[in-house]
């Protein structure tokens, strides 16, 4: 791996310097070939296998890798920590590949920092094992993730809800900047330190921003909220809900980051909740583009410190671009629904038609991912356009009207890549969890794995994953790994 560490040079104030936490057997339990192979492990080390438990436990330090835990605040629920921070992770260093690209390397449940506030900075097996599913779920899915390396058991035990054994994550990001990273050094009046991390913001993600015309906190901001929409229309298309959506929890680049108490919707309905501590459903499925305007208004504020707030014509435009966000995403959660909906060129009578087809499901408590699924199939299926029709009606034959206008098979295209037939549904994805724990063996964990990297494609083994729960997850309940 190689390594060029630049987040170091912002100096101490970003983060605090400390090694992880050695384990006292460190097994690798899960490995991602291709992410490996991605960023340049070289065959020797993937081949040794004690070697890469050793380091991806934390008990032996790559090469060039400076381990860290970075420094930031947050909204949590809503309300102001000025002081969060990487209570149980360490990262590494940044790896560059031979393309060039620049990947964070992070193990989490590496041990305690100078940020842990009391924790003992560990995890369990299983929300290593679920981060590990559920990102590459997203990925094949084509959402916007932090990815998974590698999973290491440590030999140790976590207390939790009781006794687990322990494990280590490792996360790669195109960086771990958060909303709450900014609002760390806007709390404490640091303005040099905001303006560094701005400069690196900009520089790390969005090097075109200074090229533009407009101010670069002004035009930073444009384009972290193109990609918060972005994240947020690809989490709705897919049915995700990450549970958490906390100012520290949304990263600058729009990928998915933490996936503590994060589910996927099966009966489709706005109101749906699985968190556990999320008891006013602030973070309900539907709440989830309300609380990502709410998280770009946070951002806009920590950036104030570097903005001449007396002109007025500025701060019409930063304004301009919170009070904006709807109608941005309002336009393009539009086309994602069109597209699920399989309509190549949207009218604007197709509004009323997407909303039933919507209400429809939602009314007959129909779940999400197999309704569209079937109405996909019902292009080329009779018996998937009978089934359909007789659970939601004649809005099936008005749509079957509509389409019938386009060309059948790039209207079938399109409804199949927005249409996934298969998701990491909750009770799937606790089954393995807890097989994996119970044996200690990840098999259950790879055959799932096999079949979600492929979430477009119907094969012989994805049907084992489709069905849905029985109970509905009526009383599915997720919970923070910490």
């Known amino acids: 791996m190689k390594f060029d560490n630049s987040y170091v040079t912002l100096g101490e104030r970003f983060f605090h310097r400390n090694d992880p936490t050695e384990v006292d057997d460190p097994q690798l339990f899960l490995w991602n070939h291709a992410l490996a192979e991605h960023i340049g492990i070289t065959d020797d080390l993937i081949n040794d296998k004690d070697t890469l438990a050793r380091i991806f436990a934390g008990n032996q330090t790559p090469e060039g890798a400076e381990p860290i835990s970075t420094a930031y605040a947050g909204h949590q629920f809503g309300s102001f920590n000025p002081q969060l921070g990487d209570g149980r992770a360490h990262l590494l260093g940044e790896v560059l590949t031979v393309e060039g690209e620049r990947w964070d390397l992070q193990l989490k449940g590496s041990g305690t920092s100078a940020f842990s506030r009391g924790g003992d900075g560990r995890c369990a097996i299983g929300p290593a094992v679920r981060e590990f599913i559920m990102s590459e779920a997203m990925h094949a899915l084509g959402v916007p993730t932090t990815r998974c390396l590698a999973v290491v058991t440590t030999g140790e035990k976590v207390f939790r809800q009781g006794a687990h054994p322990g494990a280590v994550v490792t996360r790669l990001a195109t960086s771990h900047l958060r909303v709450g990273t900014f609002q760390f050094f806007a709390a404490r009046k640091d303005a040099d330190s905001l303006s560094a991390l701005c400069d690196f913001a900009i520089e790390r993600h969005y090097p075109e921003v200074k090229n533009s015309e407009k101010h670069r906190c002004v035009a930073l901001l444009d384009r972290v909220i193109e990609n918060q929409i972005r994240l947020i229309v690809e989490w709705m298309r897919v049915g995700f809900i990450h549970g958490v959506m906390n100012t520290d929890n949304t990263a600058i680049s729009g990928e998915t980051i933490d996936f503590g108490p994060c589910a996927m919707m099966g009966v489709y309905d706005l109101a749906t909740v699985y968190s556990s501590i ?8 539907g709440n989830q583009p309300h609380i990502a305007h709410w998280n770009m208004a946070r951002f806009a504020e920590s950036l104030l410190p570097l903005l001449d707030t007396e ?19 309002q336009q393009a959660h539009r086309s994602m629904v069109a597209a699920k909906c399989g ?3 949207v009218e604007d009578s197709d509004d009323e038609l997407m909303d039933l087809l919507l209400q429809g499901i939602a009314d007959a408590k129909l779940d999400y991912t197999i309704s569209f699924d079937l109405l996909t199939r019902s292009v080329k299926c009779e018996q998937a356009r009978g089934e359909i029709a007789t659970q939601l ?36 994805v606790e089954a393995v969890l807890q097989e994996c724990e119970e044996s200690g063996d990840p098999a259950s964990a790879l055959k799932m794995l096999d079949v979600l990297r492929q979430p477009y494609t119907q094969t012989e083994q994805t049907q084992a994953y489709q069905t849905p729960p029985e109970d509905g997850d009526r009383f599915y309940e997720t919970f923070c790994g910490t």
């Open 278 to 285: 999320d008891h006013q459903g602030r973070y309900a499925f």
């Open 343 to 345: 309509l190549l060129e």
């Open 311 to 329: 002109d007025e014509s500025l701060m019409q435009e930063l304004t301009g671009l919170i009070n904006n966000f709807p109608e941005r995403f």
């Open 393 to 428: 009606g004649e809005v099936i034959e008005r749509w079957h009207q509509r389409i019938s206008t386009q060309d059948a098979e790039q209207t079938h295209a399109c409804l199949r890549r927005s249409n996934p037939v298969v998701i990491p549904r909750n009770h799937h």
